[in-house]
């Protein structure tokens, strides 16, 4: 799995950090969303899947 953000469409709701923490962050000055890791591993993919769905900015693309 591999995953993609748009920080340009970001609006740092932080819906991605309370579904995969692991793999989700935001950053301190402005809470645009920082990725920890970009190709997490297939345990995590539920959890992944779910921050992108709740993305309200649709700025999170999970990749087989």
């Known amino acids: 799995m ?5 920080e340009d469409k970001c ?3 932080g819906q991605c950090v309370l579904s995969a923490a692991e793999v989700f ?3 301190d000055e ?3 969303v920082a990725l ?3 190709t997490p591993a297939d ?6 899947e779910e921050a992108a769905a709740r993305c309200p ?8």
Do not use: K, S, T
Request: charged fraction near 25%.
């Open 57 to 64: 900015a649709l700025a999170i693309e999970v990749l087989p």
């Open 30 to 32: 402005d809470g645009i």
């Open 43 to 48: 345990g995590l993919r539920a959890p992944v």
């Open 11 to 13: 609006v740092g709701a």
């Open 36 to 38: 920890l890791d970009a």
């Open 2 to 6: 591999r995953v993609i953000i748009d």
């Open 25 to 27: 962050d935001q950053r």
